[in-house]
């Protein structure tokens, strides 16, 4: 016996993506529904060898369906989240409307499972940002094997973090710089995205910061230890899809290159691909359509005591979103509800 799960916002890149890793690792289905807002109801979704058709989300009654996956961004999930956790359904929203709240755990299964046990205060559970999970992957063995203290990183975010309308501006402004009278202004991003990089991701705080670079912080702090100081500079960069990270650790005890990758060549949900020469480390485009979170360049940072760098990639619609919240699916059926 299975469970009848919903997912909510099938039509888009990483509802998309849900319903392929469902797929993918068999997750134990007896029954799907795929909803999409009023304006995209009809449209034909894949699941594994079958196609859907998206139903309303507007009229759709939860009640005696068990685990709902969302991806339809904070303002739609504020309306309807609460809808379906109190018909009974768990909710795992890809947002980050619940991330912060206190009663709502913040999970990337590889890090803190455990923390399943406290979906039930509002039957929802919060997927982190995915700039976020492949970070605490990665951050993990060494925290646990050298207690981190403060990480500094710098990211290289593909434009399908922003959404289909980004990809498409990458695209069709790339192509329009070779045809003469093609030009394609900027309209998602602030400044031409093609052969350019841009330093801002979400809204900029009174800090300097912008947003995304706080919920790195704030999201690691939950996630792995609320002692660790992190500092994010989030840039976008000409990708479609795959984020890149380089990440500064400080530790509270020494912990040598070697025995940093023999770590992590151990820890869940890394793979190394760390070779001293040309073409030995991984890219955003070897990502795409992977689980893994990739590490390279693993090295001392001999300017402190205790200090490591590493670059990490790794597919942000699948362990940034889509597969992170199967994987709590998964973890949620094998720990709590214990059907399929
Ligand atoms: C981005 N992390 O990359 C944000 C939201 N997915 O745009």
Same mark, same amino acid.
């Given at each position: 016996?299975?469970?009848?799960?919903?997912?909510?916002?099938?039509?888009?890149?990483?509802?998309?993506?849900?319903?392929?890793?469902?797929?993918?690792?068999?997750?134990?289905?007896?029954?799907?529904?795929?909803?999409?807002?009023?304006? *995209?109801?009809?449209?034909?979704?894949?699941?594994?060898?079958?196609?859907?058709?998206?139903?309303?989300?507007?009229?759709?009654?939860?009640?005696?369906?068990?685990?709902?996956?969302? %991806?339809?961004?904070?303002?739609?999930?504020?309306?309807?989240?609460?809808?379906?956790?109190? %018909?009974?359904?768990?909710?795992?929203?890809?947002?980050?409307?619940?991330?912060?709240?206190?009663?709502?755990?913040?999970?990337?299964?590889?890090?803190?499972?455990?923390?399943?046990?406290?979906?039930?205060?509002?039957?929802?559970?919060?997927?982190?940002?995915?700039?976020?999970?492949?970070?605490?992957? %990665?951050?993990?063995?060494?925290?646990?094997?050298?207690?981190?203290?403060?990480?500094?990183?710098?990211?290289?975010?593909?434009?399908?973090?922003?959404?289909?309308?980004?990809?498409?501006?990458?695209?069709?402004?790339?192509?329009?710089?070779?045809?003469?009278?093609?030009?394609? %202004?900027?309209?998602?991003?602030?400044?031409?995205?093609?052969?350019?990089?841009?330093?801002?991701?979400?809204?900029?705080?009174? *800090?300097?910061?912008?947003?995304?670079?706080?919920?790195?912080?704030?999201?690691?702090?939950?996630?792995?230890?609320?002692?660790?100081?992190?500092?994010?500079?989030?840039?976008?960069?000409?990708?479609?899809?795959?984020?890149?990270?380089?990440?500064?650790?400080?530790?509270?005890?020494?912990?040598?290159?070697?025995?940093?990758?023999?770590?992590?060549?151990?820890?869940?949900?890394?793979?190394?691909?760390?070779?001293?020469?040309?073409?030995?480390?991984?890219?955003?485009?070897?990502?795409?359509?992977?689980?893994?979170?990739?590490?390279?360049?693993?090295?001392?940072?001999?300017?402190?005591?205790?200090?490591?760098?590493?670059?990490?990639?790794?597919?942000?619609?699948?362990?940034?979103?889509?597969?992170?919240?199967?994987?709590?699916?998964?973890?949620?059926?094998?720990?709590?509800?214990?059907?399929?």
């Amino acid at each position: 016996m299975g469970y009848r799960v919903v997912v909510a916002g099938a039509t888009g890149n990483v509802g998309r993506e849900m319903l392929n890793i469902l797929a993918e690792r068999e997750f134990p289905v007896d029954e799907i529904a795929v909803l999409a807002s009023r304006r *995209s109801i009809g449209t034909e979704v894949s699941f594994g060898d079958k196609t859907l058709k998206t139903k309303d989300i507007e009229t759709f009654d939860f009640t005696g369906w068990d685990i709902a996956l969302f %991806a339809i961004g904070s303002g739609p999930t504020k309306e309807y989240a609460p809808r379906a956790a109190a %018909a009974g359904c768990v909710v795992i929203d890809n947002s980050s409307l619940y991330r912060y709240d206190p009663d709502v755990p913040l999970i990337v299964p590889e890090v803190n499972a455990e923390a399943i046990h406290g979906y039930s205060k509002k039957n929802i559970i919060a997927n982190p940002n995915c700039s976020t999970a492949q970070m605490v992957v %990665a951050l993990k063995p060494i925290h646990d094997r050298a207690k981190i203290k403060r990480v500094v990183v710098s990211t290289y975010q593909s434009v399908s973090g922003t959404g289909k309308a980004a990809i498409d501006e990458l695209w069709n402004q790339t192509k329009g710089l070779y045809v003469p009278g093609q030009e394609v %202004a900027p309209e998602v991003y602030p400044k031409q995205i093609a052969f350019n990089v841009i330093p801002h991701i979400d809204v900029f705080l009174d *800090s300097g910061d912008t947003k995304e670079e706080w919920k790195m912080a704030a999201e690691t702090k939950k996630i792995l230890d609320p002692a660790i100081k992190v500092t994010a500079t989030c840039v976008r960069v000409p990708v479609f899809v795959g984020h890149s990270e380089s990440i500064n650790i400080e530790t509270e005890d020494f912990l040598d290159w070697e025995e940093a990758t023999d770590i992590l060549r151990e820890a869940p949900g890394i793979l190394v691909v760390d070779k001293r020469e040309p073409g030995g480390y991984v890219t955003p485009i070897e990502c795409v359509g992977e689980y893994a979170t990739y590490v390279s360049r693993i090295r001392q940072d001999a300017t402190i005591e205790n200090g490591l760098n590493l670059w990490c990639v790794s597919d942000n619609l699948r362990k940034g979103a889509a597969l992170n919240a199967v994987q709590i699916a998964e973890v949620l059926g094998n720990r709590v509800l214990k059907k399929g």
